[in-house]
């Protein structure tokens, strides 16, 4: 029996104003080489001038995913030549990365697993190449942008926890803001380091690498592809290649690249027109003070609380959505209640209307309103989901609503035993099987309550008096 | 009408409007295509007399700039092959500031190819050649500007300093070459050679010219992260105060380490000089060096200028700028461009300086030459402490442009006496070059190196030194027009 081993490499384009070393404006653009400088295309003379918003974000993602951080900031060289790569090196982290021995802890299927990240740096990302029949076409603006590789060690062994890791640190960069992490736009790339060993094996497998996967759909059958193919080589006798391999999304298949990834020599050396920074305390604990609550950690608080695991990772997905909830507990909603509400309805309303968290009408404070009329027995948990639709639909306050509906629920004892006697007076057949035992019928006369009051007569209310005014007769 | 006159005589003419700068550009202009066919100092002469005005004492003043600085719209080659089309779309921060206070153009000025070479010979538009001898070299790389202020066409002009491709030919042409401390001026534009290394330097024919540019050429730079901080003061202001009690010292080492006859009447003229200063109230003292780590200052500076060289002009691809050979994909054309644009001595330092990067040799070579930089400049910085600056003769005379005998390249004349200036750009010390006296008709300079961002006393104690040889505002030839 053979099992994958699997690394990731995962690149994430920093959502800054302006670009790693220059001023030119750093957005996704259709119009290629738009946003470009002479420093970006590397004119004779130009220098680097290092954007320290993105050193911020790439320090906030380092501390995010638990790594330990440096105490300065210094550049390599990577030297290479590449018409993607407009100086013929891109400037790295190989001596000081941002991060090293951190770790991401993912949830899959009820057990916890700690993803161990063995590195974190800040670099520059290439220029965009085109491949054509006969000639290339290049787009510098790309070249430039700040990017953030994140190495994980060779934790995995299945591409579902792969999954399950690439979708939590997708989130994390958005909690913490670091990046849009659009996948169609390129601002997250992820390469698969994959070998297969078996079981009893003490050392890994010879290797393959498959390069700048754009979708996690794509890294997903990638993998299950690879282990398939690297294990009919193993079980026909025959020996893994050491190679950067390429995906074929039409063909489902990847095919070889370039043998022996370790081979090129890189001359990594220090960039000598940065000069080292230090990184003092105070500016990296402001930047660790910016980092909110993540995902995993409310997940468990959630559940804490009583939400089941299912709404909580729900919840949690998304930052504006978990916000929400955030606010509505602390102005003191009920977890479940509001969870309930949440994941079913207005999850629901957003998906069908195609509208963010941010775009709908209810509010925090309506939310606990609502839950409160509820629980208060203002109105009945029936009358709520209507009011709860109007809110979002009719764009009014959930009281509004309440009032023009006319739905105050009654649940003044006085009004109720009035319309609980005319209802016995009016039934009584109904009364006389009641009474011979049948005592579920009761439910009839509960009906008949809500009926006589139009519906505004507060259910338990209704039959705690039912009882008491049987029982008289 | 420009001819030999220095910044305070143009700068009076200007003022009384007897001249203005179109006649001062016009002159120069001519004056340059003249000397093109003997020395061959210009890549670009300009056509056009671009007076911008201007407040500052160089307004109106014409000065020459090496052609490894990016001038927006006008062609910049590095005189190299590969860039022998460029014309850069914006300006070095040299550039600018000298045409914001309203210096003028005249010409940009031959170099050793991209800057790599110590002898004016090696420029895409052929040797430059020394005005004092034209069978002897300019030395470099900034050969064109050294030989333009030495022919007396420009009062002063602009080069880069590596390794001495200031300071060396400034003692070769017999005039001023400065480099301050490393970061005092902007290197923003300047096409880079080796960046831990490189300096913009200044040449003139006096060290008050020299002053003059470097107050208006120096500040931060927030295009260079490498640049110093501001100073409130003006170099000029304290130019002239007294030097009595300044320490200086010379290593005993480099000075006794000749053979050569002519290198033998060097040292005699530097230690007659000597003796006028000390009679001057100024201390001067011998000082012993390790002469094993004397000897690897050439060494040290070759690794570490080649491995940052090869690094820094990958860019030269053909791709986004300059020349671009054909080919049938982009690595072809790369390779055909690369192989086509560059002459064989900057490929060998390419080479050289690619193996030297290797991760099997980086260790040994690379590291290891920083390590030596390292300790030499620490042993430096402690000199400093007791001493104000260490004063050595800048090197030999100018050897012929085909020397019967190649140099003795692992001999101490060469290694020392002709490659000691390295230790400036080593420490980023403020270093200057001013002249010293004659043998075999060819002048010699002697170097001033001053500890780190103290560029005020470097040109104070060298503006006074100047004056007690007694040699300054002089034009190739000899003649002493100021």
Redesign the interface.
Known sequence: MYKAVIGLEVHCELNTESKMFSGSKNTYSKVPNENIS?ID??????????NKEAIRKALKLAMALNCEVPDIVKFD?K?Y???DL????QLTQMTKPFGRNGHLTINFNGEEKKCTIHQLHLEEDTANMDHYDGY?L?DYNRAGIPLVEIVTDPVFNDEKTVIEFLESLRSIIKYIDVSEASSDKGQLRVDVNISMMKETDTELGVRAEIKGINSFNSVKEIILYEMERQREILESGGQVKQETRRWVDDEKVTVSMREKVDAI?Y?F?VE????VVKLDKEFLDEIRKEIPALPYERELKYISLGVNSKDARTLVREKAISDFFESVLSLGGDAKDAANWMTTRLLGFMNTNNKTIEEVYLTPEMLVELINMVKSGKISSQQAKEVFASVLEEEKSPSEIVKEKGMEQISDPDLIRDIVNKVLDENPSQLETYKSGKTNIIGFFVGQVLKASGGKANPGVASKILNEEIVKR | MIMGKNIDELRQELDEGVVNACDLFNSAMEASSKSQESVNAFVSIMDKCECSGGSSVLSGIPYALKDNFSTSGILTTGSSNILKDYVPVFDSTVYKKLKEAGAILIGKTVLDELAMGGSGLTGHTGIVRNPWDTTRISGGSSAGSAASVSLGIVPFSIGSDTGDSVRKPASLCGIVGFKPTYGRISRFGLFPFASSLDHVGIFARNVKDITYVTDVLKGYDELDMTSLPDEDIKYVDTLDKDIKEKKLFYIKEIVESVSTEENKEVIKIFKENIDKFRSEGVIVEEVSFDKKLLECLYPIYFIISCAEATSNNSNLTGFIFGSREQGNSPREVMFNTRTKGFSEMIKRRFITGSYILQRENQERLFLNAKRARRMIVEKMNLLFKEYDGLILPAGGIAPKINPDEETDRLGSDYLLLDNHLAIGNFGGYPSITFPMGYVSNMPVGINLTCPQREDASCLNIAFKLESVIGIKDVCAGGENIG
């Open positions: 002479v295309l590397a004119f004779p003379g130009i220098l680097p001038l290092p060289r030297n030549y590449y018409p407009p100086k013929g090196y290339s290049l020599d001359k050396y000598p027109n940065i000069p």
